[in-house]
């Protein structure tokens, strides 16, 4: 799929060209537009794999990342890529030495779905009030945690894990009209790691 190689060729293209601009000075120095964390995450929602650069605010209590995501066929039933705008906040952090938690992260995220298959406005082929979604933008609520090291060996003040709880749009209506409709669940499970420089 030459678009996902590409675009994830500009991802990591962006990640590079940020490292020299925040190895050489303080974050406060940095400019804005140069990522202060990478994130690599498995499913929810966003892809079977999801990488990109993140954005810390607010003395890390605020987290924005835009996330590249890929599914092959084999596992989602079509091959598609994604990308996803996500807004993150931990409230409140435990330091104890080296180690960082965040026992509560609560954000949202949109996602686009690229392709022919997935739209944002019902085509013509459909009678108008068929779908009530976008199936090419999900919304979603999420819920999770972290557990982090500081790595200085590597030049990363911080390798994180996290975890999150992700509910789309769509999900959540159909639980909420009929729970016994949604059989694979209100949640899906993310797992991921974060680098923060």
């Given at each position: 799929?030459?678009?996902?190689?590409?675009?994830?060729?500009?991802?990591?293209?962006?990640?590079?060209?940020?490292?020299?601009?925040?190895?050489?000075?303080?974050?406060?120095?940095a400019?804005?537009?140069?990522?202060?964390?990478?994130?690599?995450?498995?499913?929810?929602?966003?892809?079977?794999?999801?990488?990109?650069?993140?954005?810390?605010?607010?003395?890390?209590?605020?987290?924005?990342?835009?996330?590249?995501?890929?599914?092959?066929?084999?596992?989602?039933?079509?091959?598609?890529?994604?990308?996803?705008?996500?807004?993150?906040?931990?409230?409140?952090?435990?330091?104890?030495?080296?180690?960082?938690?965040?026992?509560?992260?609560?954000?949202?995220?949109?996602?686009?779905?690229?392709?022919?298959?997935?739209?944002?406005?019902l085509?013509?082929?459909?009678?108008?009030?068929?779908?009530?979604?976008?199936?090419?933008?999900?919304?979603?609520?999420?819920?999770?945690?972290?557990?982090?090291?500081?790595?200085?060996?590597?030049?990363?003040?911080?390798?994180?894990?996290?975890?999150e709880?992700?509910?789309?749009?769509?999900?959540?209506?159909?639980?909420?009209?009929?729970?016994?409709?949604?059989?694979?669940?209100?949640?899906?499970?993310?797992?991921?790691?974060?680098?923060?420089?």
């Amino acid at each position: 799929m030459k678009l996902s190689g590409l675009a994830a060729g500009l991802v990591v293209v962006w990640l590079l060209l940020g490292l020299p601009a925040r190895a050489e000075s303080p974050a406060s120095e940095a400019p804005w537009y140069v990522p202060d964390h990478a994130a690599l995450q498995f499913a929810g929602s966003i892809g079977m794999l999801a990488a990109g650069p993140g954005w810390a605010f607010l003395d890390e209590q605020v987290d924005v990342q835009m996330l590249l995501g890929w599914a092959p066929r084999s596992v989602a039933g079509a091959d598609f890529v994604t990308l996803t705008l996500k807004a993150q906040w931990h409230p409140f952090r435990i330091t104890r030495g080296d180690w960082s938690i965040r026992p509560l992260t609560i954000g949202a995220a949109f996602s686009y779905t690229f392709g022919d298959r997935y739209f944002l406005t019902l085509p013509d082929r459909y009678e108008p009030g068929y779908y009530w979604f976008k199936t090419a933008l999900r919304p979603a609520l999420l819920l999770g945690g972290s557990v982090g090291h500081a790595v200085p060996e590597l030049g990363v003040s911080l390798l994180e894990g996290y975890y999150e709880l992700v509910a789309t749009d769509y999900r959540i209506v159909q639980f909420v009209q009929n729970p016994l409709t949604v059989n694979t669940g209100l949640f899906s499970l993310a797992l991921g790691a974060r680098l923060r420089f």
